[in-house]
């Protein structure tokens, strides 16, 4: 488990294009050493705002998207297209509007008659386990990078607090009954796949998120607190911006965009 560094940018629209110029420079990197990259999205309004200054970036067209597998941290189990999906707002922010190979996408099921929750998410969990290495020593391929959001009670992807998802230890991805947040029903990465990945990038923005954040830095428990739980192999990095930064310590931050 690595030890979170913390960067504070200075407003939400700051804080996206940062995340896109690192996602940038970061898969172009993975794909310069190992051919491909793999890269882990989140729903949320700070991780959708990041992929679509990604889309509206010159430097996107430094990235291979042939060489780019894309899959989600979680998903609301709903019908395709459904807005509330983060599929659908992914799509709309980014990836309709770049050259990403279908097969590269590796959305988790939608809703259709005939297939429950936990269903949609053994077949995620499947298809995680098929694209993991022996080297990943994980049940998925360890991520470039997970992007996450935070919630205002401290889950990440659909971890929430004290639910089963976060005592899971061998599945790479459960169904989510009676999340407290709707819709109810999801698909989860758990916390085996979360921290497989090599860096672990947690976003936060605006002031509904500053306990939260205070609370992941601190050392309180994942099962109370998932975000607490939330870190890379390599490289841990809250990505803020100064509402949601507003609550920790000044020596934890490091200030990107005064
Ligand atoms: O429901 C979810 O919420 C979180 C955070 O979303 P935000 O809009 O408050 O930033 C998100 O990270 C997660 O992927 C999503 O399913």
């Known amino acids: 488990m690595t030890t979170p560094e913390v960067l504070v940018h200075r407003d939400q ?3 996206a294009a940062a995340v896109a110029a690192r996602l940038v420079t970061r898969i172009v990197d993975a794909q310069s050493a190992s051919g491909y990259a793999t890269l882990c999205l989140t729903g949320g309004r700070i991780g959708t705002a990041s992929l679509a200054a990604l889309a509206a970036s010159p430097a996107r067209d430094a990235i291979d998207w042939s060489a780019l597998h894309l899959w989600w941290g979680d998903e609301r189990f709903l019908p395709a297209g459904d807005p509330e ?3 659908t707002g992914a799509r709309e922010a980014l990836l309709d509007h770049v050259p990403i190979p279908a097969e590269n996408i590796h959305a988790v099921a939608a809703q259709v008659p005939g297939l429950d929750v936990d269903e949609a998410a053994a077949r995620y969990a499947d298809d995680l386990l098929r694209a993991s290495r022996p080297e990943d020593h994980a049940p998925v391929p360890s991520f470039d990078v997970c992007l996450l959001g935070i919630g205002e009670d401290g889950h990440v992807a659909s971890l929430f ?3 089963p998802a976060v005592h899971e230890t061998e599945r790479g991805a459960v169904g989510v009954h009676g999340a407290p947040k709707p819709p109810p029903e999801r698909v989860t990465l758990t ?3 979360i ?3 090599r860096e672990v990038w947690i976003l936060g ?4 998120k500053a306990d939260s954040v205070r609370l992941a830095l601190s050392d309180a428990g994942r099962i109370q607190l ?3 739980g939330a870190r890379g192999r390599e490289r841990t990095l809250f990505l803020l911006d100064e509402d949601a930064a507003a609550s920790i310590p000044t020596k934890l931050r490091r200030l990107a965009s005064p």
């Not at 923005?205 to 509904?208: D, N, Q, R, T, Y």
Request: charged content about 10%; hydrophobic content about 35%.
């Open 195 to 197: 921290t497989a990945s």
């Open 191 to 193: 916390f085996p796949a």
């Open 161 to 163: 607090p004290q639910q």
């Open 13 to 15: 629209a700051t804080l």
């Open 226 to 228: 998932p975000a607490a």
């Open 85 to 87: 999906r983060n599929e």
């Open 205 to 208: 923005s605006g002031a509904g």
